[in-house]
């Protein structure tokens, strides 16, 4: 299972952070990911993170601006987001590997 | 970026009767490893994305069979051989094979 939280309203050029906790399979064994929905642009794959946390990898769109971490010992996972645009208002879902599992989304509405 | 088209957008679809869904990547998901990296989705509404298969051909654990999975190279299907109520909702395909993952637009499934 994942739930995340942290989702909010915030300002254009604020920031916020994601969380993720996880549950019920093994966590620091297994590639974790954000992905984000939004109705003008539907799925996209925002970032990943190596099990051990030693290699991640971003989309264009939000390089140099999110950080993905993660914490094996409390079976969490992390978006840090800066630099917040409008087009970053989406639901923002956890995910363990390509996909298998998914958390139930967190939403993020970036607007003055 | 791989760009995955999918077709059509839209389906409507009769109970009992099969359904499927194309699914066009703009490169072969043939990975050196030998797996196809080409997951199907399915969103019902107000729900998070579901996984259904997995490399190309692998149900899900719990997935019905009436769902399957085939292709190879750049062109997909997704197959439902009798459609149930509980189909309704958006289907996605999803390249794992190479960084960014990318998503298809999805197919929404609505009952005739």
């Known amino acids: 299972q994942l739930v995340e939280s942290g989702g909010d309203l915030v300002q254009p050029g604020g920031s916020l952070k994601l969380s993720c906790a996880a549950s019920g399979f093994a966590f620091s064994n297994s590639w974790m990911g954000w992905v984000r929905q939004s109705p003008g642009k539907g799925l996209e794959w925002v970032a990943n993170?190596?099990?051990?946390?030693?290699?991640?990898s971003y989309v264009d769109s939000v390089k140099g601006r999110f950080t993905i971490s993660r914490d094996n010992a409390k079976n969490s996972l992390f978006l840090q987001m800066n630099s917040l645009r409008a087009d970053d208002t989406a639901v923002y879902y956890c995910?363990?590997?390509?996909?298998?599992?998914w958390g139930q989304g967190a939403m993020v509405t970036v607007s003055s | 970026d791989v760009v995955m088209t999918q077709s059509p957008l839209s389906l409507p679809v009769t109970l009992g009767q099969p359904a499927s869904v194309s699914c066009r990547s703009s490169?072969?998901?043939?990975?050196?490893?030998?797996?196809?990296?080409l997951n199907w989705f399915q969103q019902r509404p107000g729900q998070s994305p579901r996984r259904l298969i997995y490399?190309?051909?692998n149900r899900e654990s719990g997935v019905p069979d009436r769902f399957s999975g085939s292709g190879s190279g750049t062109d997909f299907t997704l197959k439902i051989s009798r459609v149930e109520a509980e189909d309704v909702g958006v289907y996605f395909c999803m390249q794992g094979k190479v960084w960014p993952h990318t998503f298809g637009q999805g197919t929404i499934f609505e009952i005739k």
């Open positions: 993170v190596k099990s051990d946390g030693s290699l991640t």
């Open positions: 995910v363990v590997g390509r996909g298998a599992i």
């Open positions: 490169q072969s998901l043939v990975h050196s490893d030998g797996n196809t990296y």
């Open positions: 490399n190309l051909s």
